[in-house]
């Protein structure tokens, strides 16, 4: 065989060799604690939701690891609910929290662990004492014009009385958040995509 009837034979040989090999596309991976920001597109509120009920976002902003954008803005994640508690008419906050679980990505879905995701409502302490002094004072007024000194005594408490029972019958504030609102999604494990 000559030197030049060799080449066409390596190269072809070269050739056949590397079509048998497998092909193996490069992972994308984001490391745990990572934070993907994302817009609720499901309203999550004390008021009306209920555990297990679905919650979808969509990602604001690339997410982007070793300088390659590994979850593009437009992406969108899917969760649930895992807490709902009403505020109470006496003592109670209310509070929700919720969790995502897997992650769209050009049509092919993956399983993430995130961490939750849980708000509390804040104290009406402040309104409440509005609502009592507020009765208290009407009700002075109304009970001097009736009845001199001794009846804005009497009034103040009767008013302070009304003011406590609107208070005992009055739920706290709910928490509501809404389609729209932003937030961070932090990964509790890696994550790769391919």
Known sequence: ?????????????LLAGLSL???????????????????LETTVSSATSHPEDRVDARVRADVVSG????????SELRGHVITVRRPGKVKGLAYVSMSFSELVVGGKTYRISSRRIGVQG???HGRDAKIIGGGAGAGAVVGAIVDGKGGA???ALIGAGAGTGAVLATRGKDVTLASGSRWRVRLVKPLDLD
């Open 122 to 124: 804040q104290p009406s």
């Open 1 to 13: 065989m000559l030197r030049s009837d060799m080449k066409p034979l390596v190269l072809g040989g």
């Open 21 to 39: 090999m497998p092909v193996t596309v490069a992972a994308r991976q984001l490391p745990a604690e990572t934070s993907i920001p994302v817009t």
């Open 67 to 74: 300088g390659k954008v590994v979850i593009p803005a437009g």
């Open 153 to 155: 005594a009497k009034g």
